[in-house]
Each structure stands twice: as C-alpha cells, then as structure tokens.
C-alpha cells in the first residue's frame, strides 16, 4: 500500500514561488510515474507536470517554462517548483502515483495565489 502526503501550499502573491512536495511510503516509488495534478474551484483536475521513473518529464502547456517536477527516490519524494506564480494557478495540488496501472492518489495541497 502507498500513501502520499502533500505539503508546502500556501497563500502567495502574483509573481511569487512555492514549493511543494509529496511524500510517499512503501517500496515501488522509484519504479513509479509521478504527476502533478491541480483542480480549481469548479473546474475539472487537469494534470500538471509529469516524471517518468527514467526522469522524462512533461509539463502542461500553461505552466511550461514556470514550474518544473523533479524527484528524490532516495528521500520518496516528489517535488514541483512553481515560479512566476499567477491568480489563474490558485488551486488544489494533488500528486499522483502510477505503477503499471495502479494509481495513488494524495489528498492535496492548496495554493491561493493573490493578484
């Protein structure tokens, strides 16, 4: 079984950065895709940023060249830098694992971005 706990959300001014980071138990981590999901209010989950367990990386258009995913398998934690922070990124930050076609899901973060 895996749990994933995320943290680092919080109340950040437009133009400002965060950090958030997911932490997970058990054992398949570092065999595992990792993804950065966000919903905002009334809007579907939309993914984020992705990273392959060989360290490929994708990222949704909206945020290409603002935040970047990256992963400690030593310290089972996955890691999304959010710069140059904007209203429009105010959500809910949830990360997710996927072994083969399993999926974990955290509970999330919540990130409020003021204009």
């Known amino acids: 079984q895996v749990q994933l706990v995320e943290s680092g959300g919080g109340l950040v001014q437009a133009g400002g950065s965060l950090r958030l980071s997911c932490a997970a138990s058990?054992?398949?981590?570092?065999?595992?895709?990792l993804d950065w999901y966000r919903q905002a209010p009334g809007k579907q989950r939309e993914l984020v940023a992705r990273?392959?367990?060989?360290?490929?990386?994708t990222y949704a258009d909206s945020v290409k060249g603002r935040f970047t995913i990256s992963r400690d398998n030593a310290k089972k934690t996955v890691y999304l830098q959010m710069n140059s922070l904007k209203p429009d990124d105010t959500a809910v930050y949830y990360c997710?694992?996927?072994?083969?076609?399993?999926?974990?899901w955290g509970k999330g973060t919540l990130v409020t971005v003021s204009s």
């Open positions: 997710k694992l996927t072994f083969i076609t399993t999926e974990y």
């Open positions: 058990g054992t398949i981590f570092s065999i595992s895709t």
């Open positions: 990273i392959t367990r060989s360290d490929s990386t």
